[in-house]
């Protein structure tokens, strides 16, 4: 039985640094007319309570979003980010309608999005959506939330083995996020064998992965393993917030490799993440790297 619940970590600086280049990735996305499948591969929930018991109780979105949540000097792709965890927010009314978030108006946080809902913000009508949730708890709430429309399927299943289902999508255009919790040590090595089987069969597909920074070998390696398998460009970016507890353990960062990723990504990043490591540091040797090659 699955422990991880990311109920307990939503929020947190490394769902900043995914979902911001999701944002952007999705947006790129979306500049093209043809539709596109997106597959979540690790759904999760896909919505979390900040004020419910599992996030209060290690309350990390307080390192996380909190604290890009008001600032007015945001740049501008943060602000983009930070306006649609805004709009995540603002509750459907009794009829049903989903408020606007007028200009200047900050509302309380108190919910984050996951991925999926993020990504439904941003996809079209035409676009498809995959998810797989294998916690069954986590996998009914996203087919409550998400069920119900043809162009979107939720799989209570290993998402490491339904990827080669998805791909090659019909018609020929997709995005994939693959965001294992690592809970077992076996996701680091199955990441790599399920991509590589995966840009076999759709060599051209857009493919982001989201990895921890951790003081584990796997996690050092993995943006290595990452590059051989890529076949033509790929980009790494790496967050470091804070650096190991006493006893050598924690979360102290995460990274993003992104397979075939938008040509504007790069520069993006450039200009967001100076802004990341000051506003998200938790000791004075955060940093950041960016890596790229070019497809
Ligand atoms: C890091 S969380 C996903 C968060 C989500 N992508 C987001 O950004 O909001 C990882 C999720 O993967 C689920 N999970 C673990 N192993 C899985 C597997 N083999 N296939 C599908 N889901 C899995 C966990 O239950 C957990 O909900």
């Not at 952007?24 to 007319?33: C, G, I, S, W």
């Not at 945001?74 to 309608?97: C, I, T, W």
């Not at 069920?147 to 994939?176: C, M, S, T, W, Y």
Request: aromatic share 10%; hydrophobic share 40%; net charge positive.
């Amino acid at each position: 039985m699955l422990a991880y619940r990311h109920a307990f970590h939503a929020g947190n600086h490394a769902d900043v640094l995914k979902h911001l280049v999701l944002v952007q990735v999705l947006r790129y996305m979306a500049e093209k007319d043809k539709p596109y499948r997106y597959v979540d591969t690790h759904a999760g929930a896909g919505g979390y309570l900040l004020k419910g018991q599992q996030a209060q109780k290690t309350a990390e979105y307080r390192e996380g979003i909190n604290r890009l949540w008001s600032r007015p000097d945001l740049p501008p792709l943060v602000a983009d980010y930070v306006r649609l965890v805004q709009e995540f927010n603002l509750q459907p009314g009794e009829d049903g309608v989903q408020p606007v978030l007028e200009k200047g108006m900050t509302p309380p946080l108190a919910l984050y999005p996951g991925s999926p809902s993020i990504a439904r913000q941003l996809l079209r009508r035409t676009d498809q959506m995959r998810m797989f949730e294998l916690h069954p708890t986590d996998a009914r709430t996203l087919a409550a939330h998400f069920g119900g429309n043809k162009h979107v399927q939720i799989f209570n299943e290993d998402g490491f083995a339904g990827l080669k289902g998805q791909v090659p999508p019909n018609p020929r255009r997709g995005l994939v996020l693959m965001d294992p919790s690592y809970e077992l040590v076996g996701d680091y090595g199955k990441v790599i064998a399920a991509l590589r089987e995966a840009v076999v069969r759709f060599a051209e597909g857009v493919y982001m992965v989201w990895y921890p920074q951790v003081s584990r070998v796997e996690s050092a390696q993995l943006p290595k393993r990452l590059m051989a398998l890529s076949p033509k460009g790929w980009l790494h970016v790496r967050l470091t917030v804070s650096q190991p507890g006493e006893r050598g353990f924690g979360l102290t960062g995460s990274g993003m490799f992104i397979i075939n990723p938008p040509w504007t990504l790069h520069a993006q990043l450039k200009e967001v993440m100076p802004f990341l490591v000051e506003t998200l540091a938790q000791f004075d040797g955060a940093s950041y790297v960016i890596e790229e090659q070019p497809a």
